[in-house]
């Protein structure tokens, strides 16, 4: 329930005066400390956190908006402007196509004491749809990267004219499509942001989209003998467990070192007298899951995305798998991004469709400009983390990122770890999560993370237990920005119930790429002071 007790006017008028004519605020009011918010707009139609009700950590303004862009297009922006503000700005991004404002995400920030922002990137639809898009350039656009520049600039207005001050440091914190947004921020304007935490950045969109459906389309069609069910993901993680887990050097039921196991899925291989074929594969399903493992290349060696890494297979079926059947993440994007229309369908497609995504790369979305020394000059820094069992972008995306990135500059004498550093996170999916066989240490407070903890009920925030710059990934870039203390490993957090996450199972560090962490060989393997981290890839 909203209350109208607070040292600053929080108002309709108010919002709207630190705004262009443009802009149309329809919400605003104060909420005490522990009051319930319902987003008054929410379309709820999405997959990601819009709906519902959420606590809040903190007495503050909350506002909600549209601006209008060119094209006679829009986008909606929310604002959270807390009354004990720490002095400190934060954007939060976005997931899958958008369509609606990281509500969740933006009262974690608050949490923090940040005034925050976030977008619905300039449409209101479901995260998989990408309807709203077709022959409408500006849209795309909006999603792109405009809707999401342009709330951090008017969010920046509204936050300076409301507390009367200026902003001390300006952050970032997003995931997934999130993570390619925040890519796409500092490579266009380098001076937006002091730091930006990037998690499994969905940046390579011209080629992404279409790898999320390629890789369901190598298992079509159902009643082919290369074809892999639900029943095999499962058979298939269970064995990738089994032999790539000693082979990283301790056996805890944890893929530690992914890049570094032979796996042989012969292993798997029915036999003319098996009885059960549904506990083995056939030699046309281990091709299926060979060419999963593999980089997906075209003509003449071409390079398109990378291969998921062993590990992930637990992720690749059910509701939410890619590879149980062609992704809506790519059939949309080819109909209504590519401009291809409603009528394609995944059977038509042919390579050509790689060289056509390229050459329009809807939206400017793709954020490939590799030369991020204008941020770093600027003094920007990042930290970027992907998990190693993403089932839905292959974490060698972000690898092949980072190593972009070192070539562009490590030529002109720049050392990438005075100002980027990238973490992977054994045995977590896709931004969060890990799978039970697993029960790998993943939380390190990222973008959505908290939601997942708590059973889901917005009311845990940073790391319960350890909120310090060793373990919360937001508080590791502020204190790399604002006291010069780079983060050289970072703890991460399994908890016995997520939730309710109070008993610690096991913590481990996370080491900055291209090191892993190493077991010494003395303590409790599930106590971080017992690992050290080594250059081994």
């Known amino acids: 329930m909203a209350t109208a007790s607070s040292s600053f006017n929080c108002s309709i008028s108010t919002i709207k005066s630190f705004l262009p004519t443009n802009a149309t605020v329809f919400y605003a009011d104060h909420y005490a400390a522990n009051a319930t918010f319902s987003p008054p707009a929410a379309l709820n139609t999405g997959s990601y956190p819009t709906a519902g009700s959420y606590p809040l950590p903190r007495a503050g303004c909350i506002a909600q908006g549209n ?3 060119p094209g006679n297009t829009q986008y909606s922006f929310g604002i959270v402007l807390p009354d004990d503000w720490n002095g400190r700005f934060l954007a939060v991004g976005n997931g899958a196509f958008a369509g609606s404002i990281s509500w969740s995400s933006l009262i ?3 949490w923090y004491g940040f005034a925050v922002v976030s977008t619905d990137t300039g449409h209101e639809a479901n995260g998989l749809s990408a309807a709203w898009a077709y022959q409408n350039p500006a849209a795309l ?4 990267y405009r809707a999401l520049h342009d709330t951090v600039v008017k969010g920046k207005a509204i936050t300076t004219g409301y507390y009367g001050k200026d902003i001390a440091y300006s952050y970032y ?7 390619k947004q925040g890519l796409k921020e500092i490579e266009l304007y380098p001076d937006e942001f002091d730091g930006v935490v990037v998690g499994a950045p969905a940046w390579w969109t011209s080629h992404l989209q279409l790898w999320n459906m390629i890789v369901g389309i190598w298992n079509m069609p159902v009643n082919a003998s290369h074809y892999l069910p639900d029943s095999a993901f499962d058979l298939l993680s269970a064995e990738v467990l089994r032999q790539c887990d000693p082979q990283d050097g301790v056996v805890d039921n944890i893929i530690q070192d992914p890049l570094g196991c032979q796996f042989r899925p012969e292993t798997l291989l029915c036999s003319s007298n098996t009885a059960n074929t549904s506990a083995c594969l056939t030699p046309d399903q281990i091709a299926t899951v060979n060419k999963l493992h593999r980089d997906w290349v075209e003509a003449n060696s071409t390079f398109i995305f990378p291969h998921y890494l062993l590990g992930s297979e637990w992720g690749w079926g059910g509701s939410g798998g890619l590879v149980t059947s062609p992704s809506p993440l790519g059939t949309e994007y080819v109909q209504y991004m590519m401009n291809l229309g409603p009528d394609w369908v995944w059977q038509d497609w042919n390579p050509e469709l790689i060289v056509l995504s390229d050459q329009i790369n809807p939206g400017n979305a793709t954020a490939d400009d590799f030369d991020l020394e204008p941020f770093y000059r600027q003094g920007g820094k990042v930290i970027h983390y992907h998990g190693m069992s993403d089932a839905s972008i292959a974490t060698g995306s972000s690898i092949y990122f980072y190593e972009q990135v070192v070539k562009a500059l490590q030529p002109r004498g720049i ?21 039970p066989s697993m029960n790998a240490p993943w939380y390190i407070a990222g973008d959505g993370q908290s939601s997942t903890l708590g059973n889901g009920a917005n009311t845990i925030h940073g790391v319960p237990g350890f909120n310090d710059t060793r373990h919360d990934v937001l508080l590791a870039v502020m204190a790399w920005v604002e006291n010069g203390t780079a983060p050289d490993a970072l703890i991460a957090t399994k908890y016995v119930n997520d939730t309710t996450p109070e008993q610690v199972l096991r913590q481990r560090p996370l080491c900055v790429y291209p090191q892993r962490a190493v077991y010494t060989g003395r303590g409790d393997v ?9 250059s081994l890839y």
């Open 67 to 69: 601006v209008s862009l």
């Open 526 to 534: 599930d106590q971080p002071e017992n690992w050290v981290c080594r």
């Open 108 to 110: 974690d920030g608050m």
């Open 415 to 435: 050392d990438l770890n005075d100002f980027y550093r990238f973490f992977l996170i054994p045995g977590m999916g896709h931004c969060t999560g890990t799978t």
């Open 173 to 179: 914190r997003g995931c997934s499509c999130g993570g």
């Open 141 to 144: 656009a909006n999603w792109g």
